[in-house]
């Protein structure tokens, strides 16, 4: 039995011989640790935004059994949640212990004034919860204490606020901050892992809610329950409080109430971008392979070159296995090295990956962190890279002739099962790349196809002015006059040529659902369709083309007639054979249609939602939500009068102005997110495969040096011999290429239900981007061949003969 210190002698042994060779051979480390810290590093960039959304949970006791519980409404096509639960579901929760053995409430509040000593803390995030949410959840203060069950006019804020603004102080303690003029005591710290429950934005500090306020409810389940279980309880106590609280209080037909797990916080990034994410890794995953089919490139020339060394080591008495040891650790040394230099890649990489996510401020959950996670992964990943590219290559030189390699002239020739094994990688490099190619072709081809679609309406000198009508102070009765200042102050800047209002952005939201009923025609119980309600001026200033009949004046905003705009789709399937103009449409024909205009995308650029209703805005909206502005001239210069415009009224009124170009690239961010990281791996895989393609015909032209020369002292022709010496590399290069093309195919129609909606306009198997992916890998062949070529060509006949 061998000793275990024998065992760790003979690893040291091999750990300093696989030194003393890579320092010594500084060319091939060098480009063995770039390629290995290129496709260690983008998998470590990866993993940790797949780790930071997809995986990791919240840093609170037992998140498994975390769960919400939320009133959401089912009907017309959409699933909405419909606010917080009164004190009295929250009681009737808290009483079944037998199912939700902890039960906790909280609610962000929208747009709070907070201020320090003072001054104004802009955008910050702040939640008012329950009296036990943080003994509950387990979140502990890192100076100071949380606030205690029923304690009123305290504060515990988030380790990143106290270190941004407090400059991580102790004296934070007992300091006051205002929030929408109450005033509350700080009284600890929260521990750095606890960054409130939101992924995508962290919570700056945490405040008592009021006895009696409506929360949105987050339970632990009891040991032993499942989320179905928990799901059939919540229901039934939905029903009992509907029956205990009758009239406005009970929820509408249709409200169920939604339990899901809670454990990994809530995201709305993690609904967009979790596909692409695990699109990306795959792809990334790709780009690895390809980095070890290199490298296992480079070591079967390397060990070409040695195989008088190795003669000698066997014929000292090495062992097969002991030769396959020593190459195995240099592998693990080259990859412990590529890792290394990987992570720093990798931070930069997270970086660049975050600058393209449509968010305001970068979500401290998915910065790039080295943690023990972080740390394991690359490891892991190191490991086996050096198994991947270091285990063929080993075993084909432990398995080599030492009779043949003893009695050559110098031992750097390759063996025929060296060449074989070299042909094979380039091949398998080969394929691997038209993967990539492929599905960055889609990619990209998804993105043009986006920016070229006709939205239906003029979106260029279009401005967007988000507004919050409701949080700025305007309750009922005041927002009708609050539209009718902003329009006409608006309007007066110069450089405005109209100025319209609209409940819900052009590009902000999904519409409103809408089911009118429609004298004479039976309509499906689901059946509904897109409604906006819009201001006055709102097809002219979107410059959205009408079909028949008008479009709303501002007379008929003035007598507060109720008048529809239908799309003409929504034409054509509704009133197919006769014309829509003057018909009147819901209950009593209190709607009469005045309109027809073209369809347009104002909802969503991806997604064509079908018919659309534009109804006019009544003269006492509850609220609208924006402002579009069609501008001549100068639009930065506009967007800042419009915006100083508005915050002379009330500075408290402007969310941001945007022109209609950067609200459609908002919205395409994971598409062009998808295709520039594609299209950077792709990049990568290519100029690696191009070294490898280069590495073999560089090495083939080698190799047959005398005989080249030989034949052309015979007279062939000089590309005649170069054809005839490439013959294999191409031979190489086109199995590749038709196995790339194949898997691609396999790929993409296994994939197609999991990214069929990444795509826009185009099929997963889509031909010209396979025809395109294989003239790409062939024009990179015919690059990479040309030099060798060119040297083969020149070489003077009668040196080659002489050459050894």
């Known amino acids: ?67 919400t519980v939320q009133p959401t409404f089912v009907g017309l096509g959409i699933r909405k949640g419909v606010g917080g639960l009164s004190a009295a579901a929250f009681e009737a929760m808290r009483a079944r212990r037998e199912v939700f053995s902890q039960v906790v409430g909280y609610e962000t509040l929208s747009r709070p004034v907070l201020a320090v000593d003072g001054a104004d803390e802009p955008s910050r995030r702040v939640e008012r919860v329950s009296g036990t949410f943080f003994d509950d959840l387990g979140v502990v203060a890192s100076l100071g204490r949380v606030p205690r069950p029923g304690e009123q006019g305290v504060a515990l804020v988030s380790g990143a606020w106290w270190r941004a603004r407090f400059g991580g102080s102790a004296a934070v303690l007992g300091r006051t901050i205002a929030v929408d003029g109450d005033h ?41 329950v499942d989320v179905a279980r928990a799901q059939a309880t919540a229901q039934v106590v939905l029903t009992q409080v509907n029956e205990t609280q009758p009239g406005p209080r009970r929820w509408a037909t249709g409200t169920y109430m939604a339990v899901e797990p809670a454990g990994r916080g809530f ?27 290199n490298v296992g490139n480079l070591l079967v020339v390397r060990n070409a070159a040695r195989r008088r060394e190795l003669a000698v080591r066997v014929a000292l008495g090495a062992g097969r296995w002991r030769l396959v040891s020593m190459y195995l650790a240099e592998s693990v040394v080259l990859a412990i090295a590529g890792a290394a230099l990987g992570l720093v890649l990798a931070r930069w990489g997270v970086s660049i990956l975050l600058s393209m996510l449509p968010v305001a401020v970068t979500p401290d959950s998915l910065v790039f962190r080295l943690d023990a996670r972080a740390l394991l992964f690359v490891v892991a990943v190191s490991l086996l890279s050096a198994l991947l590219f270091g285990l063929a290559p080993a ?80 309750g009922p009765g005041q927002v009708g006059p609050l539209r009718a200042r902003l329009l006409e102050r608006v309007a007066q800047v110069p450089g405005v040529r109209s100025v319209t209002a609209i409940r819900n952005g052009v590009m902000q939201a999904a519409g409103t659902r809408s089911r009118v009923p429609l004298p004479g025609r039976e309509l499906p119980p689901d059946e509904a369709w897109n409604g906006a309600e819009v201001g006055p001026a709102f097809f002219e200033t979107l410059a959205i083309p009408v079909r028949r009949g008008r479009t709303f004046t501002r007379d008929d905003f003035a007598q507060g007639r109720r008048l529809v705009v239908v799309s003409d789709d929504w034409a054509r399937r509704y009133f197919p054979r006769e014309d829509p103009i003057g018909a009147r449409i819901g209950e009593s024909g209190q709607y009469e249609i005045v309109g027809v205009v073209a369809a347009s995308r104002i909802f969503d650029v991806r997604t064509d939602v079908g018919p659309t209703m534009y109804f006019m805005a009544p003269p006492e909206p509850d609220r609208f939500s924006a402002l579009e502005v069609r501008v001549a001239g100068d639009v930065d210069a506009v967007a800042g009068a419009v915006q100083a415009e508005i915050r002379r009224l009330n500075p408290r009124l402007v969310l941001g102005v945007r022109t209609m170009r950067q609200e459609i690239d908002r919205m395409l961010a994971r598409e062009r997110l998808l295709a520039a990281t594609s299209a950077g791996f792709s990049l990568l895989g290519l100029l690696l495969a191009s070294v490898g393609i280069f590495g073999v015909a560089a090495a083939t032209v080698a190799r047959r040096t005398t005989e080249i020369g030989i034949r052309m002292a015979l007279g062939a022709p000089p590309w005649t011999v170069v054809r005839e010496a490439l013959r294999d590399t191409l031979v190489t290069f086109a199995a590749g290429l038709a196995a790339g093309l194949g898997a691609a195919v396999v790929a993409v129609r296994l994939a197609a239900p999991f990214v069929g909606d990444l795509l826009f306009g185009l099929a997963p198997t889509d031909g010209a981007t396979l025809a395109g992916a294989g003239l790409v890998m062939l024009l990179i062949a015919v690059a990479a061949c040309v030099l060798p070529a060119r040297r083969a060509v020149r070489i003077d006949p009668l040196a080659a003969i002489r050459e050894p």
């Open 184 to 224: 509350y005591t700080i009284v600890g710290v929260a521990s750095h892992a606890f960054a409130g429950l939101s992924i995508d934005t962290g919570t700056d500090a945490w405040i008592p809610a009021p006895p009696g306020t409506s929360l949105r409810m987050l339970a632990r389940l009891a040991p032993g």
């Open 1 to 67: 039995m061998v000793r275990p210190t024998a065992l760790l002698d003979v690893l040291g042994q091999d750990l300093r011989a696989a030194l003393r060779s890579l320092v010594r051979h500084r060319a091939f480390t060098v480009f063995a640790v770039l390629s290995l810290a290129l496709g260690i590093g983008a998998n470590a960039a990866l993993f940790s935004l797949v780790d930071g959304l997809l995986l990791r949970t919240l840093a609170v006791r037992e998140p498994q059994r975390l769960v």
């Open 267 to 293: 995201s709305d990034l993690r609904e967009q971008y979790a596909r692409p994410l695990v699109a990306l890794s795959a792809l990334v995953v790709v780009v690895l392979l390809i980095t070890c089919t």
């Open 395 to 474: 075993w084909r030189a432990a398995r080599g002739d030492v009779i043949a390699a003893l009695r050559s002239s110098a031992g750097k020739g390759a063996t025929a099962g060296g060449r074989r094994l070299d042909r094979w990688l380039v091949a398998c490099q080969v394929a691997l790349s038209v993967l990539l190619l492929v599905g960055a072709g889609l990619f990209a081809q998804t993105v043009r196809n986006l920016q070229r679609l006709d939205v239906g309406f003029d979106a260029d000198g279009l401005l967007q002015v988000s507004l919050d009508t409701r949080n700025a102070g305007y």
